[in-house]
């Protein structure tokens, strides 16, 4: 078994087999643990590093793949407003808290009433 796969080669696997590696490459790594606590050959302790890497990799790939059904269940307008906030946009602080456009442009009765009364002049300039 190769201990370097490359992320674009894992994104193109289906999930069983993600996961069957994933215990594969798991498996092995206790077994190197095992070999590592009774002091076994220097040349085999190398390969735990390159193995948990790997690990992390296949990790990522189904967190990512997960997260991205997920989005793609809550993307329907129904279920917008009920997103879970690990799946919703990072924005800062001052943006989520930032007025939307329709509430920016809300007038008062005064207002509206004040506009109506003097609207904006419109010159028409020859030169």
Request: proline share 2%; aromatic share 4%; with cysteine.
């Amino acid at each position: 078994m190769s201990h370097h796969m490359k992320i674009k080669d894992l994104r193109e696997k289906s999930k069983d087999d993600l996961l069957k590696t994933l215990t594969e490459y798991k498996k092995e790594l206790s077994q190197l643990r095992v070999v590592q606590q009774t002091g076994g050959a220097e040349t085999r302790l190398g390969r735990i590093r390159p193995i948990r890497k790997s690990i992390a990799r296949i990790l990522t790939v189904l967190n990512q793949n997960e997260r991205s059904n997920l989005k793609m269940f809550y993307a329907d307008r129904k279920l917008r407003c009920k997103t879970p906030k690990v799946l919703r946009a990072k924005l800062t602080h001052r943006r989520r808290l930032a007025l939307k456009e329709n509430e920016k442009n809300r007038k008062t009765s005064r207002q509206m009433r004040q506009a109506h009364k003097f609207p904006k002049r419109v010159y028409a300039v020859k030169i």
